[in-house]
């Protein structure tokens, strides 16, 4: 069966310091992946989408980046945070359109 | 420009009372409509989507072209219906689908 990981769970840091999240999936092969980051108010945005390795598609402009070396693996990255990067980071994946799986989240607090 | 909208940020109703949770949706052409949920301390995951015709845990969703809307309803709401429901249309943007989500509605149902 297919399963999706994120790590870490919780992340706290400080303005100006890297960020890098990680996403993997198991049990299924070239499979589009996503980043959200969930908001009170503000539902589900999406913030990166990806058909393959090292194709990535920035749905909005920010401070963060995301890169996809292994067909399974989606890191979410920031060389620099900002205060208004904290929030909450969803990692999803999907084989059919619409129909998406998504991991258990990692909260993101900067200070 | 292609949105969907939740009015309702939280809807409150007693045990045994219907749900009717609105989603409108804004597209030029035929989506394909889904409905996410969030339990709490859970995934965010698939509830329903509207081209399957089903009726998952009691809820059904109908999509209705001439009012643009795909409104989830129950017709007895249960406590463990609690949770944070998103709408979500598959729209196309940018040459390929993409699932667009609401900014979600907090169901909770009173004993």
């Known amino acids: 069966s297919q399963t999706i990981h994120q790590w870490p769970a919780t992340l706290v840091q400080p303005v100006g310091s890297p960020l890098s999240l990680e996403c993997t999936v198991e049990?299924?092969?070239?499979?589009?992946l996503y980043w959200y980051r969930q908001a009170a108010g503000r539902g589900l945005q999406l913030l990166f989408y990806?058909?393959?390795?090292?194709?990535i598609s920035s749905e909005v402009p920010q401070n963060l980046s995301a890169s996809r070396p292994q067909d399974r693996q989606f890191i979410l990255s920031s060389k620099k945070l900002l205060l208004s990067d904290s929030g909450f980071y969803l990692c999803?994946?999907?084989?059919?359109?619409?129909?998406?799986?998504f991991g258990p989240g990692t909260r993101l607090t900067v200070l | 420009a292609q949105r969907v909208t939740q009015p309702e940020k939280l809807l409150s109703v007693f045990k045994g009372a219907p749900v009717e949770l609105k989603c409108n949706y804004s597209?030029?052409?035929?989506?394909?409509l889904f409905w996410y949920v969030q339990y709490s301390r859970q995934r965010l995951q698939l509830l329903l989507r509207?081209?399957s015709r089903e009726s998952i845990k009691g809820f059904t969703a109908d999509l209705n072209k001439g009012e643009t809307s795909f409104h989830l309803k129950k017709p007895f709401a249960q406590e463990e219906d609690s949770a944070m429901y998103y709408c979500?249309?598959?729209?196309?943007?940018?040459?390929?689908?993409?699932?667009?989500f609401g900014t979600g509605t907090k169901l909770q149902v009173i004993p």
């Open positions: 999803a994946w999907s084989q059919l359109a619409g129909k998406q799986f």
């Open positions: 049990g299924t092969s070239n499979p589009n």
């Open positions: 990806s058909v393959g390795i090292g194709q």
């Open positions: 597209y030029s052409g035929s989506p394909e």
């Open positions: 509207h081209i």
């Open positions: 979500a249309p598959l729209l196309s943007a940018g040459g390929y689908q993409k699932v667009t």
